[in-house]
């Protein structure tokens, strides 16, 4: 016993957070593995079944089976409770069962619940994550109620009542997953079906820190108290998010081929969609995304690749992380300081940015050749599965059922990374470097 407890006060806050996801992991791999989660009462193999089970931890919406007929209730309800824990943080409803029990936690939880969703200070830690819990199933609820009775005009009241909660949960997690083999392409014209999705994804991709601001900013409007306004970083991530989404918007409805037979209002409407499911890794998707063109695929890369914000449900290097780059570019062509929205960026954000973006593109890059090497699908098709791992996006080209378990296996390893964090885990393995006590000297070097 004082072993184990030697080993547990040695973890880091890091560390505790990753074995935590590996813990759901696993354990939701092997409850996916069992017969009965088979709908034909066969056992999956194992691989799939951690697959399938770190694209929902990760809220990634990947998966090598069709979810709606290859699994049975049981086990879409398993994939279920998976991606809700990995939509909005496990910590969460760990935080959750501790406040209804009276459980006052320890500071080496509040350290590892913080760093579950980029997070608050640990002052408001507790209030944070109630509200989080909050604003989940709020949205989880209308939404679901509203998908229901879409539903309604073609299921029995039970069936639609469960579609609308499988969907609801999982488009406002971010993750993808659908119980139609199409995703929801058979609905493309169903502008109802399309706003809710939408709203749910934005609502999941912008974060809960900027949920919060906005509910602030609302509230002292309403109360005629002092007006509120918004912190830089909800700022910052509503104009990001406002952005890509026009532009992805765009370029995908001026240079997509579309069926002579389709209107303008669906065109947009479909363009619209794709935009902010690639840009809030939703992942579900109204066109074929297979038969989409190379400029298309090239601008949903783009989007799947920067991803939702932080404290999100969602994946990508972040909003904030492309707005930090982005401000660095224009402050050193400009030669300024790294000003924006009023306020200088601190340092130590660059940095955090510049490192993120830097580890994703190692990553994406070493999955490319992994793959190249493995599988037998293009160049284009291998990168799109790539850059949707890791972004914990989901959409696709079509090639994930026929990858092999090699390809699998490093698509594992990437969905895990892109939902736990690049820094969280170089945190967790790196040891603390020794106090110095000196500097070295400068030295410039030439670039570019």
Not at 126 to 153: D, H, N, P, Q, T
Not at 165 to 174: D, G, L, R
Not at 380 to 403: C, D, H, K, P, R
Request: net charge positive; with cysteine; charged share 10%.
């Amino acid at each position: 016993m004082k072993r184990q407890n030697y080993i547990w006060n040695r973890l880091t806050p890091y560390q505790l957070l990753i074995l935590g996801y590996v813990f759901v992991t696993v354990t939701g791999a092997i409850l996916l593995a069992l017969p009965v989660s088979s709908a034909r009462g066969a056992p999956q193999p194992f691989l799939d079944a951690l697959f399938v089970a770190t694209s929902g931890i990760s809220t990634s919406g990947l998966s090598p089976v069709d979810i709606g007929t290859y699994y049975s209730l049981f086990g879409q309800i398993v994939l279920l409770v998976i991606f809700q824990l990995g939509g909005i943080g496990y910590m969460s409803f760990i935080i959750l069962t501790m406040y209804v029990l009276g459980i006052k936690g320890s500071l080496r939880t509040s350290l590892v619940a913080k760093e579950s969703l980029a997070g608050p200070n640990l002052h408001v830690l507790k209030g944070f994550f109630l509200s989080v819990l909050a604003y989940s199933f709020v949205f989880e609820l209308v939404g679901a109620a509203i998908l229901a009775a879409i539903w309604m005009r073609e299921y029995p009241a039970a069936r639609s009542v469960y579609l609308g909660i499988f969907h609801s949960v999982s488009t406002f997690c971010t993750a993808g997953f659908g119980l139609f083999p199409d995703s929801l392409m058979r609905y493309r014209d169903s502008t109802l079906l399309n706003a809710t999705i939408v709203v749910l994804s934005l609502a999941g991709g912008i974060g809960f820190f900027v949920l919060r601001d906005l509910t602030a900013l609302i509230a002292g409007r309403f109360n005629g108290r002092r007006r509120f306004r918004l912190t830089v970083h909800s700022r910052l991530v509503l104009a990001v998010t406002a952005i890509v989404i026009s532009v992805g918007t765009v370029v995908i409805l001026f240079t997509e081929h579309w069926p002579s037979t389709m209107s303008a209002y669906d065109r947009t409407l479909t363009s619209v969609f794709q935009a902010v499911s690639a840009s809030t890794t939703d992942g579900f998707n109204t066109i074929d995304i297979g038969a989409m063109g190379a400029a298309s695929l090239t601008i949903i890369m783009l989007l799947m690749f920067v991803g939702a914000s932080p404290g999100s449900t969602g994946g990508g290097i972040k909003t904030t992380t492309f707005a930090l780059l982005f401000i660095l570019v224009r402050a050193r062509l400009r030669k300024k300081q790294t000003n924006a929205l009023g306020t200088e960026m601190s340092e130590r954000c660059i940095y955090d940015a510049a490192v993120v973006a830097f580890c994703f593109m190692l990553v994406a890059l070493a999955d490319t050749v992994i793959l190249s090497i493995t599988e037998k699908s293009s160049y284009l098709q291998n990168l799109f599965e790539i850059v949707s791992a890791l972004g914990n996006t989901g959409l696709s080209m079509g090639i994930t059922a026929g990858l092999s378990s090699i390809g699998k296996a490093a698509l594992i390893v990437t969905m895990f990374i892109g939902r736990v964090g690049v820094l969280s885990i170089a945190f967790a393995f790196l040891t603390a470097p020794p106090k110095v006590l000196f500097r070295y000297p400068k030295e410039d070097v030439f670039v570019g």
